[in-house]
T-cell receptor, first 115, second 113 residues
Framework: KAGVTQTPRYLIKTRGQQVTLSCSPI?????VSWYQQTPGQGLQFLFE???????NKGNFPGRFSGRQFSNSRSEMNVSTLELGDSALYLC??????????????FGPGTRLLVL | AQSVTQPDIHITVSEGASLELRCNYS??????LFWYVQSPGQGLQLLLK??????LVQGIKGFEAEFKRSQSSFNLRKPSVHWSDAAEYFC???????????FGSGTQLTVLP
């Protein structure tokens, strides 16, 4: 079974632009979560989607948004990019969002560089 | 709010030596605990997880971890380290729903030949 895939793997943007990142979960997984990883702040939770609905959101500004499609694929969007948005963005999928023993499986990430 | 502390930023061991990476958590209820490993430029790979039951958990690549409630710890161990184990290791705790993870700051492992 294929793992979590993320596209693109690398991206360079300039300040003020916007960017869209894509994540395809493991087949059959319906929950997708996004994390930002930076050297200074480490790994931080962005948001989680299940059944096309955002269920949880981390402490990030409104410039960060996401959505999930009916096939469980997810996209995240960052508008008005800032230098501090340079990071590795990781997507994780899990089978269900039930409050219990669900393990998240991570993709390889998209490395975003903002110039 | 839950939190995770990995007190060792960087650890260096010789190949064949034993390894223990420390993880302490803060969470009111019984936590869901995970160890992930990240190689340079890669995503996170799950090594092992603890949800309930036996407090000694076996994972992939010969790793194990022990949950100690009294010490709020979930330390990762390996009896004999291989050069391929060099990577960054992250401990994480799940909230009431295990999907939202809080990660520690990571421990970078260097393995000497």
């Amino acid at each position: 079974k294929a793992g979590v895939t993320q596209t693109p793997r690398y991206l360079i943007k300039t300040r003020g632009q916007q960017v869209t990142l894509s994540c395809s979960p493991i087949s059959g997984h319906r929950s997708v979560s996004w994390y930002q990883q930076t050297p200074g702040q480490g790994l931080q939770f962005l948001f989680e989607y299940f059944s096309e609905t955002q269920r949880n959101k981390g402490n990030f500004p409104g410039r960060f948004s996401g959505r999930q499609f009916s096939n469980s694929r997810s996209e995240m969007n960052v508008s008005t990019l800032e230098l501090g948005d340079s990071a590795l963005y990781l997507c994780a999928s899990s089978l269900l969002p039930s409050g219990g023993e669900e393990t998240q499986y991570f993709g390889p990430g998209t490395r975003l560089l903002v110039l | 709010a839950q939190s995770v502390t990995q007190p060792d930023i960087h650890i260096t061991v010789s190949e064949g030596a034993s390894l223990e990476l420390r993880c302490n958590y803060s969470y009111g209820a019984t936590p869901y605990l995970f160890w992930y490993v990240q190689s340079p430029g890669q995503g996170l790979q799950l090594l092992l997880k603890y949800f309930s039951g036996d407090t000694l958990v076996q994972g992939i690549k010969g790793f194990e971890a022990e949950f100690k409630r009294s010490q709020s710890s979930f330390n990762l161990r390996k009896p004999s380290v291989h050069w391929s184990d060099a990577a960054e290791y992250f401990c994480a705790v799940g909230s009431g729903s295990a999907r939202q993870l809080t990660f520690g700051s990571g421990t970078q492992l260097t393995v000497l030949p």
